[in-house]
């Protein structure tokens, strides 16, 4: 398997695409720990990883919190030694006019997306396998398109664009790459459910997507795995769209989306 005992972390992983993506990893061998606030979606997550291997852990943390970030990853570094992956996907969201946003709710998404993304990098850097280790922030097409009613989600998801790209430069002469990933939309996931909550909407979404469905989460998961695998050694500083095409529309795409 081609993770084997590789050590794995993923932050927001116990939910969702991260969840997919943190499994994807277990399944093939890797040692893997999932993070999130909430200590039921850490049991849930745990009952689910034990049933596909045997070195699987969790914890309850924020990731807007340092100490209860840097907490988590010495459990992680003391029970396994250095880390070779971190994927870093915590992250919210809801469907709000800027003029109907107050000044704590764009903080809100922007403290969990961006400054989480930051303080899990930072947290794990010196306990990053050197050289070999690979990070892969998960981004979001808002990174790149001025999207009504999704301001925060905009300025959080540019900012973890730059920080992965400052990240590659940095660190790449320690032999570490950093990519991202931003998929588009991606079936039964929270999400879609707040951006494509009706049948209607979902409609709209799938008719924007040039290959005119949403994406699955084991789609995004096959990414990772491959982005952090020996065939893409030479790739770094990447913001990889799994998206079906659905960014080359434009804002258009997800405006009518959205309408
Ligand atoms: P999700 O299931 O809600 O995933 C978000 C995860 O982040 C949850 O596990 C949540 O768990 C955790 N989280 C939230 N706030 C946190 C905090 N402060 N500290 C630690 N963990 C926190 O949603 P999803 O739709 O699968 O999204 C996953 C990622 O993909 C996100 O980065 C999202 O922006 C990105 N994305 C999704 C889509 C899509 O179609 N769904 C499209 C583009 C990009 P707790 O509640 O337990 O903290
Ligand atoms: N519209 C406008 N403002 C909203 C809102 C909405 N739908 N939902 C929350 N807010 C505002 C709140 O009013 C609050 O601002 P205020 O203090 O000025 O009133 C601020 O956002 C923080 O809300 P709070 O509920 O305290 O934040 P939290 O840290 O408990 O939760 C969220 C963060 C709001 C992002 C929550 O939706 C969440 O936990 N999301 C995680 C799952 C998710 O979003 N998944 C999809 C990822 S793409």
Known sequence: MKFTDHVVLVAGGTTGINFAVAKAFAV?????????RSQTNVDTALEELTRVSASVMGRAADVRDTIQV???VAQVVSAWGD???????????F???LSAMSSNGFKTVVDIDLLGSFNVMGAVYPHLKKPGASIVN???PQSQLPTPAQAHVCAAKAGIDQLTRTAAMEWGPEGIRVNAISPGPIDDTEGMKRLGPTEESRKKWEQSVPLRRYGSKDEIADAA?????????????????????WSLGGSSAMTTALS
Not at 28 to 35: D, F, R, S, W, Y
Not at 83 to 93: P, Q
Request: with cysteine; charged share 10%.
């Open 28 to 36: 093939e061998g890797a040692k893997v720990c999932v993070l999130s």
């Open 70 to 72: 840097s907490e988590a």
């Open 83 to 93: 880390i070779d992956i971190l994927v870093s996907g915590a992250a919210g969201n």
């Open 95 to 97: 469907v709000s006019p």
């Open 138 to 140: 998960i981004s979001a």
């Open 225 to 245: 795995k491959w982005l952090c695998s020996p065939q893409a050694s030479y790739i770094s500083g990447v913001i990889l769209p799994v998206d079906g095409g």
